[in-house]
């Protein structure tokens, strides 16, 4: 299961950055490189920052719950 569920992620992953091209050209076609990067940045920065701040507030329950199985 483990195996399968890993060739998943590497064909999802095959498919967006395949995909990214066909994007990246349509992009161009309408804004300069730069601006263009910029656009990219922001949203990568804003999809990984629920992602981050859900992490940290698992991470954080977690090391409560240690602590207290840990003090007990």
């Known amino acids: 299961m483990v195996r399968f569920k890993g060739e998943i992620y590497l064909l999802l992953a095959a498919i967006i950055w395949g995909s990214a ?3 990246q050209k349509m992009g161009m076609d309408h804004i300069g490189p730069f601006s263009f990067s910029a656009f990219r940045y922001v949203i990568g920065a804003l999809v990984l920052l629920p992602v981050i701040f859900i992490r940290d507030v698992v991470t954080e ?3 409560r719950q240690a602590e207290i199985v ?3």
């Open 61 to 63: 329950r977690k090391g």
């Open 70 to 72: 840990f003090f007990s």
């Open 21 to 23: 091209f066909i994007f």
